[in-house]
C-alpha cells in the first residue's frame, strides 16, 4: 500500500463488508507487530488545531501487487517479514495476516 508520504506491505483480503474504494488497517497496527506495517507511515501531516488529533481516516493511498512493487523480492519473502510476530492468525475488518 502507497501513498506519497510511504509504503507498507501487508496482506489484504478483499470484502464485500466495507464500502469499495475503502481501505482499513487498524491504527494500532504497527512496527510493534508487524516489520514494514506502520500504517501511520501512510498519512499526512495535519491535525485538528484544538484537539492536536491527527488527520487519519482520510489519506488517498494505492494499492500495488508486491509483485510490481517490489519485483526483486519474491511474496513470500517480503511478506514474511510482514506478518504479525505473537499470533498464528489475525483477522482485522477487511485485512488479513497469517504466519
Do not use: Y
Amino acid at each position: 500500500v502507497r501513498s506519497p508520504r510511504g509504503s507498507i506491505c501487508l496482506k489484504l483480503l478483499v470484502t464485500q463488508n466495507i464500502r469499495r474504494g475503502t481501505l482499513f488497517v487498524p491504527m494500532h497496527w504497527g512496527s510493534l507487530w508487524a516489520d514494514d506495517a506502520a500504517c501511520n507511515t501512510l498519512t499526512h501531516p495535519e491535525r485538528c488545531p484544538i484537539s492536536l488529533e491527527p488527520e487519519l481516516k482520510a489519506c488517498a493511498v494505492q494499492v500495488i501487487p508486491l509483485s510490481r512493487a517490489h519485483p526483486e523480492m519474491t511474496e513470500a519473502s517480503k511478506l514474511k517479514s510482514a506478518l504479525p510476530r505473537n499470533t498464528k492468525s489475525t483477522i482485522l475488518s477487511g485485512i488479513r495476516h497469517r504466519r
